[in-house]
């Protein structure tokens, strides 16, 4: 078994969706980025990708290649989702915390851990997500921005 660690941060904005985890979230403000900006999708990604030790997303996904503007994360975690298979490797489980102030993300949840699971083909039990705040503190406790942790495990197909 091997394992993988991923993190990402993108910044608050106004005039953006907030995509957290395939999930569009009711919110005054969404993240700025490239692509759809799914900070957790993203960190989930970047631990499929350590777990291999074979890049980050953004060696593979380049946020200077117009293929990707507005990119549905979703897709991208498909396709990181193929690329781990191709070379011999199955996904066991995922665990990501989001560092949010706001919005309230738990009503949330169980929709992204379903379409999380789903894009890697994977059994919901398998991928989870916790939400929590920093206390007020940093860039993050001002809302400014939203960060996303996480680690994946792999195994060698059989
Ligand atoms: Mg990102």
Known sequence: MRSGIGFDTHRLVDHRKLILGGVEIP??????????????????MDALLGAIADG??????????????????????KAVTARLREKGWQ???????????????MP????????????????????SVK????????????REGISAMAIATVTPTP
């Open 27 to 44: 919110h005054s403000q969404g993240l700025l980025g490239h692509s759809d900006a799914d900070v957790l999708t993203h960190a989930i």
């Open 56 to 77: 980050d997303i953004g060696q593979h996904f380049p946020d200077t290649d117009p293929q990707w503007a507005g990119a549905d994360s979703i897709l991208l975690l």
């Open 91 to 105: 996904i066991g489980n995922i665990d990501a915390t989001v560092l949010a102030e706001r919005p309230k993300l």
């Open 108 to 127: 949330h949840i169980p929709e992204m851990r379903n379409r999380l699971a789903e894009a890697m083909g994977i059994p919901t039990e398998n991928v």
């Open 131 to 142: 939400a929590t705040t920093v206390e007020g503190l940093g860039a993050i406790g001002r």
